[in-house]
Nanobody, 117 residues
Framework: QVQLVESGGGLVQAGGSLRLSCAAS????????MGWFRQAPGKEREFVSA????????TYADSVKGRFTISRDNGKNTVYLQMINLKPEDTAVYYC??????????WGQGTQVTVSS
């Protein structure tokens, strides 16, 4: 079973950038579709971005299109989320996971992203 650890979060000003990492262990992720999700205080967890294993086709939530870029390095068993032009509404705990998400999906600790105005 794949274990995932998110990192790279922090406190940035609006307009700033961060790169999140999702390091996998226990199994290789080269044949997994992978996704990033986020959960803001008082809100449900929401989809941010996904990347397909076969051709690295990426999809994004409308709210992050043009600002976030998902990528993967199968050699490092890691998925990334590059975030630019961050906005206060991007403040959330960010999680990565293998796809599809089911009722049995386990979630890690995530990494906190805080964007100040």
């Amino acid at each position: 079973q794949v274990q995932l650890v998110e990192s790279g979060g922090g406190l940035v000003q609006a307009g700033g950038s961060l790169r999140l990492s999702c390091a996998a262990s226990g199994s290789t992720i080269d044949r997994y579709n992978m996704g990033w999700f986020r959960q803001a205080p008082g809100k449900e967890r929401e989809f941010v971005s996904a990347i397909r294993w076969s051709d690295s086709l990426a999809t994004y939530a409308d709210s992050v299109k043009g600002r976030f870029t998902i990528s993967r390095d199968n050699g490092k068993n890691t998925v990334y989320l590059q975030m630019i032009n961050l906005k206060p509404e991007d403040t959330a705990v960010y999680y990565c996971n293998t796809l599809p998400i089911t009722s049995r999906t386990d979630w890690g600790q995530g990494t906190q992203v805080t964007v100040s105005s």
